[in-house]
Each structure stands twice: as structure tokens, then as C-alpha cells.
């Protein structure tokens, strides 16, 4: 009797192990792919083709160069997000009938742990919305907006007070206001996610004001109503549902740069 179960737990340690090889390779697997994925994508940015015919997105602007072919491959993308000395580069996209798709699918629309950055369904890029919020997984990697962690770090701040984020027509730079945790999913917590458009000065100005009472560390930077935010999320694990946070402010002069035909 004593025989059979040993034998028993050895066949199920047998199978747990080999489960357990089976999917840590799987995700090794999936890990190279997707990097080799989105190193390609960066490349086509580099390299992208400035004499090529332009695409008209709107009826004043058209698509830049650099993200002419990536949008023909996917009409979903409505920008690039980059942090210098970051893994931090990549494409955005917006799914608004499928909100959370690009949460765990690839810039190909492949099913993928990675998914994609992508903006809030109800965001609008090409208004803009006073608010954009970015979401990336954090992966245990390093890749997608694992790296925003280094906010955490005020020296890594004070060399990298901006972040770059261009939509298809324009490109632009946002300087950091403030970067903070909190927890999502908790109504006594900071809901930073519904914050989209300012009905008036007062919600836009109450929305800084607790961004920088929960900040890490004082940037000297504010914003007012007027201003147009990015406000960039990803997980956070010291805590269940946990957040890192990054907002920025456009910089001075580039909205109304964009806006000119």
C-alpha cells in the first residue's frame, strides 16, 4: 500500500514538473518573441521612409513618416510613448469597443501576457482630452512600463523630466508634475483614472492638487486648467492592485503648434 503511494506522489511530482518546465519555457518563448516583436517595430520607427507619399488623417494633418507603415499594419495605433534611458518605446494603441484588449494582446492583435500600451477608451487623442491615461504592464522583465519605477528614484528624475509622448500627427514632450502609488479598484483610494476632462477650473486644479499630495517627492512642477496631462499607470506590487503613477504636463507652445493646419 505504502509502494503505491510513493508511486503515486512520484508520477504527480513527475507531471507538476513537467508542467511547471513546460510553461516556464513557453514564457521564455514568449518572452524573446515579443521582444523580437517590438524591437522591429522601434526599427521601423528609426528607419522609417520621409519620402513617402503622406496619409491624411484628419482633415487638417497628416500622419508623421515615422508612424505611416505601423499605422497601415494597425489602424489602432494613435501614438508613441518613450522614456530616454528606459526599455520605454513603444506604440499606443486604443481599442474604444474593446476597452481593455490591448491589455493582453500585441501590437499584431496575437494574444500576449505583454499586450501593448494603450490609452483609456474614453481619452481623445486628437483633441486632446485634458487628460490621456496610459496604461503598460509591468513585467517582471523589465519590458512594457516596468521601468517607470525608476521615478521612484528622485536622482533618476531630476536627469529625465520628460517624457515623450507623440501622437501620429505631432510630436511632443511632457514634463513630470508628480509620481506616486495608490491602489486601483478601492473607493477610498485615489480613482486617478477618472479623471479625463475638467468640467472646471476647480476639478482640474483638486485633480494636481492630490497628485502632488500623494508624490514621492516635490518636482516644483504644477499645471492649471488649460493645461493638457498624460498620466502614465502601471502595477505596482509591494500591496494588491497597486499603482505607479506618472503625470506630466505638454509643455509650454506645443498645443498650439499641433493645432496649426
Not at 526599455?87 to 499586450?115: A, C
Not at 490621456?132 to 504592464?137: A, K, N, R, S
Not at 493638457?228 to 507652445?253: H, M, P, W
Amino acid at each position: 500500500m505504502k509502494k503505491k503511494i510513493c508511486i503515486s506522489l512520484m508520477a504527480a511530482f513527475a507531471v507538476l514538473f513537467t508542467v511547471s518546465v513546460f510553461f516556464l519555457i513557453s514564457n521564455k518563448v514568449d518572452e524573446k518573441a515579443q521582444a523580437e516583436k517590438y524591437e522591429s517595430i522601434a526599427e521601423q520607427v528609426a528607419q522609417a521612409d520621409e519620402t513617402r507619399e503622406p496619409i491624411q488623417y484628419d482633415m487638417e494633418k497628416a500622419i508623421l513618416s515615422d508612424y505611416t507603415e505601423l499605422y497601415l499594419q494597425n489602424s489602432d495605433m494613435v501614438g508613441w510613448i518613450s522614456v530616454a534611458d528606459t526599455n520605454i518605446n513603444y506604440p499606443v494603441m486604443q481599442s474604444k469597443d474593446e476597452p481593455n484588449f490591448y491589455l493582453k494582446h500585441g501590437f499584431d492583435k496575437s494574444y500576449s501576457n505583454y499586450g501593448c500600451p494603450y490609452i483609456q477608451e474614453n481619452c481623445d487623442v486628437k483633441s486632446p482630452s485634458d487628460n490621456l491615461i496610459i496604461y503598460g504592464h509591468h513585467m517582471r522583465n523589465g519590458t512594457m512600463f516596468s521601468d517607470l519605477t525608476k521615478y521612484e528614484d528622485k536622482s533618476f528624475w531630476k536627469s529625465h523630466k520628460t517624457v515623450s509622448f507623440n501622437a501620429l500627427t505631432d510630436k511632443q514632450e511632457y514634463e513630470v508634475i508628480a509620481v506616486f502609488k495608490t491602489v486601483a479598484y478601492n473607493q477610498e483610494a485615489f480613482r486617478y483614472y477618472d479623471f479625463v476632462n475638467a468640467d472646471t477650473a476647480e476639478d482640474f486644479d483638486s485633480y494636481i492638487a492630490k497628485c502632488k499630495e500623494l508624490a514621492l517627492f516635490d518636482t516644483g512642477v504644477s499645471a492649471e486648467y488649460g493645461d493638457k496631462l498624460i498620466t502614465l499607470s502601471t502595477c505596482e506590487y509591494s500591496r494588491n492592485n497597486g499603482r505607479l503613477v506618472v503625470v506630466a504636463k505638454l509643455l509650454s507652445g506645443q498645443l498650439d503648434a499641433s493645432e496649426s493646419p
